[in-house]
C-alpha cells in the first residue's frame, strides 16, 4: 500500500478491516472460540501496521478503545479486546514513530487497558 501511495485506498483498506472487527466484535463466538479471538488479534496486527506504524492516528469514530474496553467488560469479551488493542499498540516501536511513549494519545490508551484489566480482578 505504501509502495503505490494511493491515499483513497489507504483508507478503503482501513475502512474494509474496522467493518471485519466490529463484525467479529459483535460476535458471541469470541468469548468460546479460539480462533476467532486469533483472528480479532491478526486483524488487530494488520490495523496497527497500516496505522501507527505509519504514523497514522487511530481515530475515535474509527476505533474507539475506551467504548470497545468498556463494551467488552460489560459483555465478557474482555478476553479478545484486550490482545486486539495491545496487538494494535504494538506497533509503536519504531525510532521514527511519533506515538511512542510519553505520547498523550499512547498513555491515554495505555490508561484505558490498565484500568479494564483492573477492574476485571476486582
Known amino acids: ?4 501511495d494511493a ?9 474494509a ?14 468469548r468460546t472460540e479460539a480462533s476467532e479471538r486469533t483472528l480479532l488479534k491478526n486483524l488487530g496486527s494488520w490495523y496497527g501496521q497500516i496505522t501507527l506504524a505509519r504514523n497514522i492516528p487511530v ?10 474496553l468498556h463494551d ?23 525510532p521514527k514513530c511519533i506515538f511512542r511513549p510519553p505520547n498523550p494519545w499512547t498513555m491515554c490508551q495505555l490508561e484505558h487497558l490498565l484500568t479494564s484489566t483492573d477492574r476485571k480482578s476486582v
Open 59 to 68: 481515530l475515535a469514530r474509527e476505533v474507539n478503545f475506551k467504548a470497545m
Open 17 to 30: 478491516t474496522v467493518k471485519a472487527v466490529d463484525k467479529i466484535f459483535k460476535s458471541d463466538k469470541i
Open 7 to 15: 491515499k483513497e485506498l489507504d483508507k478503503a483498506v482501513r475502512v
Open 72 to 94: 467488552a467488560l460489560r459483555t465478557g469479551k474482555l478476553i479478545a479486546v484486550v490482545p486486539f488493542i495491545a496487538k494494535i499498540l504494538e506497533h509503536i516501536v519504531g
Open 1 to 4: 500500500l505504501t509502495a503505490i
